[in-house]
């Protein structure tokens, strides 16, 4: 069977850090390519990438919470300034840590 060129025009910093990871699996970019091709005349679909959308929400869900100042608004009072309501904040949170 004769072989045939592929070019395909992909961000260089993407083509970089998969051919870095092919590499550390012995394999090559035109493996990959194959692969690629086989997959899509065995099931007749593109590959798709599937992730688990459970996981990330949740790290995010408690990144969010380790990054928010839990401030109560109702009783910061009208006159204070955001500053030292952050302020009050802070201390109240990470005063034992001092």
């Given at each position: 069977?004769?072989?045939?060129l592929?070019?395909?025009?992909?961000?260089?910093?993407?083509?970089?850090?998969?051919?870095?990871?092919?590499?550390?699996?012995?394999?090559?970019?035109?493996?990959?390519?194959?692969r690629?091709?086989?997959?899509?005349l065995?099931?007749?679909?593109?590959?798709?990438?599937?992730?688990?959308?459970?996981k990330?929400?949740?790290?995010?869900?408690?990144?969010?919470?380790?990054?928010?100042?839990?401030?109560?608004?109702?009783?910061?009072?009208?006159?204070?300034?955001?500053?030292?309501?952050?302020?009050?904040?802070?201390?109240?949170?990470?005063?034992?840590?001092?």
């Open positions: 069977m004769a072989d045939t592929v070019s395909a025009r992909i961000p260089k910093a993407k083509k970089e850090s998969v051919s870095a990871l092919l590499a550390s699996m012995d394999a090559t970019v035109s493996d990959l390519i194959q690629s091709f086989d997959y899509v065995a099931t007749k679909e593109m590959p798709s990438v599937q992730r688990s959308a459970e990330p929400v949740d790290e995010f869900e408690a990144f969010c919470a380790d990054c928010v100042l839990d401030i109560d608004w109702s009783v910061a009072g009208a006159d204070s300034s955001y500053d030292s309501i952050i302020r009050a904040g802070k201390v109240a949170d990470y005063e034992s840590l001092a």
